[in-house]
């Protein structure tokens, strides 16, 4: 891991470093004065600015739930047939999950075992039942399939969409690489959702 430089030390890049951190060794094996070596900053210079790991935490997967929710009050979101707005949300989850790439992925690893991580478990399933109610309206109005019981669809779709964390890298891969990947998940989803018509 690069140490950040003391002359460059911001809250913002502070947050980063903890994510990084947080991300490698596990939020709960994550201590202190790892961050402290990380940043290449004092505890005490962290404590000025936050009261302890638990804050960066908060404010990470805060960045990260923000993001997600955002997009359903995005205009798309929110206006035409439940399967343009459901086709919508999953392609902007892909592009907020490559955009966030290393908040998102904390967030899916939480745990529960502390307030903000329970605080975070509980928003991320508020985010995944309104998506959820997406697909059933979208099974109603009879645009995708019904065979597949709504939250074991949501469930498969959440599966593809979450585990891109785990392989993709966007070393040397640009926009294109990240529009490629949301254009990838959405034909697939869609493909298989799809009521045949």
Do not use: C
Request: charged share 30%.
């Amino acid at each position: 891991m690069t140490t950040a430089k003391r002359d460059t030390y911001t809250p913002e890049t502070l947050l980063s470093v903890a994510v990084q951190v947080f991300n490698e060794r596990g939020y709960d094996g994550t201590s202190m004065e790892h961050l402290s070596r990380a940043a290449g900053i004092s505890k005490s210079s962290i404590y000025h600015h936050v009261a302890g790991k638990e804050e960066l935490l908060h404010r990470a997967v805060s960045r990260a739930l923000d993001g997600l929710f955002g997009i359903l009050d995005e205009e798309h979101a929110r206006v035409g047939s439940a399967a343009a707005r459901l086709e919508y949300v999953v392609r902007r989850m892909v592009e907020v999950l490559l955009a966030e790439l290393p908040y998102v992925t904390l967030l899916l690893r939480v745990r529960g075992n502390t307030d903000t991580e329970r605080w975070a478990l509980e928003r991320r399933r508020d985010f995944d039942h309104r998506v959820a109610e997406l697909l059933r309206a979208a099974a109603a109005e009879g645009e995708v399939r019904t065979d597949v019981e709504v939250r074991l669809a949501t469930r498969l779709v959440f599966g593809m969409i979450n585990s891109i964390v785990e392989w993709y890298r966007p070393e040397g891969r640009g926009t294109t690489g990240e529009r490629e990947v949301a254009d990838a998940v959405a034909r697939l989803v869609f493909g298989g959702l799809r009521a045949a018509g």
